[in-house]
């Protein structure tokens, strides 16, 4: 790799999470200006079937490319197709408020205004209402590389890869220049 990325994006972390390994796909085959995606090599971090939430695996991984600014780890909800769509519905008008994307942006220092910020304003921008959680001080953190969570929601906010690849291609950007 001649140059460190600023961006790196991680798809197929989860291997049966489809929806986000499709956005990962599409946004590999079109390249952004000092962003990389690679998709997760390995085994996720499970521990007796619970998730080790420090996430050792996933950290080694992001660290063989040195992303300088921020790692993007692309999830979706894990509802199993098998849900009817009246159950879906039923969800849906249960809580009317859910929002089709929702970032954790985690840091190990205090998050600037202006990132939080800009993250806010290009939410905002976009289609629809996207839940946005800053957690700074998480000291698990690598040093000098923060990480930014995406959780996309395709079965209970009927998100469509479209919007989803417009959304990760604008914020990505976004986060090369911040
Ligand atoms: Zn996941």
Redesign the pocket.
């Known amino acids: 790799m001649a140059e460190k990325p600023k961006v790196l994006v991680v798809y197929g ?2 291997s049966d ?1 489809e929806f986000a390994i499709d956005v990962g796909r599409s946004l590999e085959r079109n390249p952004i200006d000092g962003v990389i995606v690679r998709e997760f090599e390995g085994e996720p971090d499970y521990a007796g079937g619970r998730v080790k939430w420090w996430e050792p695996r996933l950290n080694r991984f992001i660290k063989r490319f040195c992303p300088q600014k921020c790692a993007v780890i692309l ?1 979706n909800e ?1 509802i199993p197709i098998k849900y009817t769509s009246q159950q879906l519905d039923k969800l849906r008008k249960r809580f009317p408020d859910l929002a089709p994307i929702a970032l954790w942006y985690y840091s190990k220092y205090e998050i600037p205004e202006r990132i939080n910020w800009a993250i806010v304003e290009h939410a905002r921008a976009h289609f629809r209402y996207v839940s946005y959680l800053p957690i700074s001080g998480y000291y698990f953190m690598p040093k000098g590389c923060d990480w930014l969570t995406i959780e996309y929601f395709p079965y209970t906010c009927s998100l469509k890869q479209v919007e989803a690849l417009n959304h990760i291609r604008g914020l990505v950007r976004l986060l090369v220049t911040i």
């Open positions: 972390y989860h999470e999830h894990a």
